[in-house]
Nanobody, 122 residues
Framework: VQLQASGGGLVQAGGSLRVSCAAS????????MGWFRQAPGKEREFVAAIRSGGSTYYADSVKGRFTISRENAKNTVYLQMNSLKPEDTAVYYC?????????????????WGQGTQVTVSS
C-alpha cells in the first residue's frame, strides 16, 4: 500500500483545513486508517483513526474539532480540521494498518504517507 497525503497549508487560528490521503491497492477498505502529527522537537502523536467498519477514534486534543472520514470507492481518507489552533501546527501523516486494535500506537501501523505540513498562525 502506498499513501499520498495532500491538502496541508497555512491557515489562521480559528480557520479550517481538510487534508486527504490517497491509497493505492485494492484492499483499502480492509485497513484501519490513521492520522498522526509531529511538531518540531516533539514525538509523533496520534490524532485520529477510522476502522474498516467506520468506527472513529480521536485524541482528546482534537475531539470535537477534527473529523476523520473515509471514502472507500476513492481509496481516500480525510481529516477535516475546524477551529484550528496554533498548537495544531505540525506535519500530518496518514498511516494504514490491517490488524485491529492499538489504533493510537504509531508502531502498529504498517504503511505511512510522506506527510503534509499544516501551519496555523495566531
Amino acid at each position: 500500500v502506498q499513501l499520498q497525503a495532500s491538502g496541508g497549508g497555512l491557515v489562521q487560528a480559528g480557520g479550517s483545513l481538510r487534508v486527504s490521503c490517497a491509497a493505492s491497492g485494492r484492499t483499502f477498505s480492509s485497513y484501519t486508517m490513521g492520522w498522526f502529527r509531529q511538531a518540531p522537537g516533539k514525538e509523533r502523536e496520534f490524532v485520529a483513526a477510522i476502522r474498516s467498519g467506520g468506527s472513529t477514534y480521536y485524541a482528546d486534543s482534537v475531539k470535537g474539532r477534527f473529523t476523520i472520514s473515509r471514502e472507500n470507492a476513492k481509496n481516500t481518507v480525510y481529516l477535516q480540521m475546524n477551529s484550528l489552533k496554533p498548537e495544531d501546527t505540525a506535519v500530518y501523516y496518514c498511516a494504514a494498518k490491517y490488524a485491529a486494535g492499538s489504533y493510537y500506537d504509531p508502531t502498529r501501523y504498517d504503511f505511512w504517507g510522506q506527510g503534509t505540513q499544516v501551519t496555523v498562525s495566531s
